[in-house]
């Protein structure tokens, strides 16, 4: 079947712009996460969602990244007023359940100037 | 709060020999989950190989094995008969059986094969 799909595979922006991220897991997998990845460091924990609600928004660095999941499939990760800071790699993974592992997309390279 | 820590960087092993990985984690919870993901320069992560705390045998798929250590909080990831392909960052990881949490990673080990 089809693994998690992430578009875009880059996004160049120019410091101050808003951009979407956008992550389709796989079919029937009720948890969603979004992590950030800098470049030579593991994935770091943004967000996760259990069906449409965010169950644990803690890895947010700021009030300036949301996401949503509103009929518990398809998830947008928002960045408003972004900065070059931001510039990483957003990866999303799904999952059944905690023990079976999350399965990754390809990620999205967000590049800000 | 769980840490999930890999003392290698980097390193390098010739084709067809094998490696080991190293990790090391510090949790205070008795069941959890340890994978290994592969991570090639297509940056997809590739789930290796899981484990669960309550059980003793090692996991093992294919040429990938692990050795878990749960008194030492250490969970190592042999390659046997490493190949060209499995060049790649490879990471670390702790999940909590407490529910959908999410995946503390380490910081990963790159491993290049070498021809």
Redesign the interface.
């Known amino acids: 079947g089809a693994g998690v799909s992430q578009t875009p595979s880059n996004k160049v922006t120019e410091k101050g712009k808003y951009v979407e991220l956008r992550c389709d897991p796989i079919s029937g997998h009720t948890a969603l996460y979004w992590y950030r990845q800098s470049l030579g460091q593991g994935p770091e924990f943004l967000i996760y969602f259990q069906g449409t609600g965010a169950a644990d928004d803690s890895g947010l660095p700021n009030d300036r990244f949301f996401a949503v999941r509103p009929e518990g499939s398809v998830s947008t990760l928002k960045i408003q007023r972004t900065e070059r800071g931001d510039s990483a790699v957003y990866l999303c993974a799904s999952s059944p359940q905690a023990g079976m592992g999350q399965y990754f997309g390809p990620g999205t390279r967000l590049t800000v100037l | 709060a769980q840490t ?1 820590t890999q003392s290698q960087p980097e390193m390098s092993v010739q084709e067809a020999e094998t490696v080991t990985l190293s990790c090391t984690y510090d949790t205070s919870e008795n069941n959890y ?1 340890l ?1 290994w ?1 592969k991570q090639p320069p ?6 290796v190989i ?1 484990q ?1 705390a309550y059980k003793q045998q090692n996991a093992t798929e294919n040429r990938f094995s692990v050795n878990f250590q749960k008194a030492a909080k250490s969970f190592s990831l042999k390659i046997s008969d490493s190949q060209l392909g499995d060049t790649a960052m490879y ?1 670390c ?1 702790f ?14 080990t790159r491993l290049s094969v070498i021809a």
């Open positions: 999930v989950y994978f993901y297509s940056r997809q992560m590739i789930l899981r669960e990471f990881a999940i909590s059986n407490s529910g959908n949490t999410p995946l503390v990673f380490g910081k990963g």
